[in-house]
């Protein structure tokens, strides 16, 4: 409760800090409205007064507005009109309104262009083009961007050149080219550079504190944010963008007490400001944190009080349809446009058809190219598979022969070595035979002395014997 007590306090405090130089301008100017006599002059007061009325009170700043260019227009003063429907839009840009916001900033456009006030075109086209990026249109915002950059440059309007320049950096910021995000800013705050009430600390460093946040530099992020609170006469919305900046870094380190704190302090001053449409990342960002910190109960609730803001400002973005009034507004505004389109077209329509016929032939010669690189990459691949055959044919004929004269070799070592034997056979058996062929020749011889007899006889049939075992034993060794 203490805690609660302190921030509560400390709020209160802030608010009055915030608004006290906005309610010192007001008195001013309303008492200024009040002894003016000049019609234009009033009307340029009421302007004033709107502007200020911004996030102070929504139905003051609409009055303010409204009246203004009743006047205008009662006055005939065309300048004044178009400006007075520029405050109407902000007036309700302010609260989320953007379909509103974008009638009146394309009617302020109509204005001034029906008026001939060309050198004032630009800020129109910068709103409008600042309500397309809030709905999530950026190709066509940088269209309106473009057209408001050139402007600036033929009438060397430094403090819409910024407000160009810096619309650019959100759009980079958007699609995550965060160098180009910071290169247009530093050269927005550069060209508005001496010109009074644009790019002070409060609005550069909101911008800047978005883009590191964006691209997760933490710490430059923190620094930028820090550097929006001490800026006392900082504005309501950079005040909330700062805290929900902190907010996000807190939640994203873990410290969701902290991060809480600061949501809750965005919150207050949104409420007090009738910021609706800040309202609505808020509470996104509060249901997001519930849902972390496991208070299931308060995520719900506060994404039922996003989405039903949601559909209260945004209806028709939610539902992919922007109102048929606003719809009629932008055809209108585009007419001219679309006839120096329709020019174009006829114009780009004979180049295309001409670049289409180049585009046939360079079609045709691609076609011819990769038909010939096909065959040939189909005949290299066969001729390289030709020729694998033939290396694969000449290995196995390489091995047979290789197989073939391992076996001739073989086979000559064992004859060798057969015929080795043989002789060594033949060597010894010739001697055997010699024996009995000796034994035989010497019982002949006796025979011949002695005569008859039979012992002699029978020795001689005996070595016969021998012989005939001794041929069969060597007819044996060589079957084997």
Do not use: W
């Amino acid at each position: 409760m203490t805690l609660k007590y302190i921030l509560l306090v400390f709020l209160m405090f802030f608010s009055c800090a915030c608004f006290s130089s906005q309610d010192s301008s007001i008195k001013a100017s309303i008492k200024e409205l009040k002894s003016e006599t000049n019609d234009a002059v009033k009307v340029q007061i009421m302007g004033k007064l709107s502007f200020v009325y911004q996030y102070v009170d929504f139905t003051r700043s609409l009055y303010y507005s409204t009246e203004a260019l009743k006047l205008a227009k009662r006055i005939n003063y065309p300048r004044g009109i178009a400006k007075s429907y520029n405050f109407i839009g902000l007036s309700y840009s302010s609260i989320g309104k953007l379909d509103k916001a974008l009638q009146n900033y394309l009617a302020a456009l109509n204005a001034n262009k029906k008026a001939g006030i060309e050198d004032e075109t630009p800020k129109n086209l910068n709103n409008i083009a600042e309500v397309l990026l809030k709905m999530g249109d950026v190709e066509n915002a940088k269209k309106y961007i473009a057209q408001a950059y050139s402007l600036n440059q033929k009438y060397k309007n430094k403090k819409s050149t910024s407000i160009s320049l810096m619309l650019m950096a959100r759009i980079y910021s958007a699609q995550n080219i965060h160098s180009k995000a910071l290169t247009h800013l530093y050269d927005a705050k550069e060209t508005a550079e001496g010109v009074i009430g644009i790019f002070d600390e409060g609005f550069f460093n909101t911008e800047l504190g978005d883009i590191y946040l964006r691209a997760g530099i933490v710490d430059s992020a923190e620094i930028a944010f820090k550097k929006v609170l001490k800026f006392e006469p900082a504005e309501p919305d950079q005040v909330i963008t700062a805290y929900y900046g902190l907010a996000t870094l807190a939640k994203d380190k873990g410290s969701f007490n902290e991060s809480k704190m600061f949501f809750d302090k965005a919150l207050v001053i949104a409420n007090q400001s009738n910021a609706q449409f800040e309202l609505i990342k808020i509470y996104e960002g509060l249901s997001n944190l519930s849902l972390l910190m496991k208070d299931y109960k308060s995520t719900i609730n506060y994404m039922s009080k996003k989405d039903t803001l949601k559909d209260a400002l945004l209806g028709y973005q939610t539902s992919g349809k922007i109102i048929s009034d606003l719809n009629s507004i932008i055809t209108e505004q585009k007419d001219l446009e679309n006839d120096v389109l329709r020019m174009d077209a006829v114009v780009k329509e004979n180049e295309l058809s001409k670049q289409k016929i180049i585009l046939i032939i360079l079609l045709g010669g691609i076609t011819v190219s990769v038909c010939l690189g096909f065959i040939a990459f189909s005949n290299f691949k066969k001729r390289n598979k030709a020729y694998a055959k033939l290396h694969e044919a000449n290995l196995i004929i390489k091995k047979h022969n290789a197989n073939l004269e391992e076996t001739v070799a073989t086979r000559t070592d064992t004859i060798f070595l057969k015929n080795k034997k043989l002789k060594e056979l033949a060597y010894f058996n010739s001697h055997k035979l010699r024996k009995h062929l000796a034994n035989i020749l010497g019982l002949i011889f006796l025979l011949k002395d002695e005569g008859e007899k039979k012992e002699y006889l029978n020795l001689l049939e005996s070595e016969a014997q021998s012989l005939d075992a001794t041929i069969n034993q060597i007819n044996k060794m060589i079957d084997d």
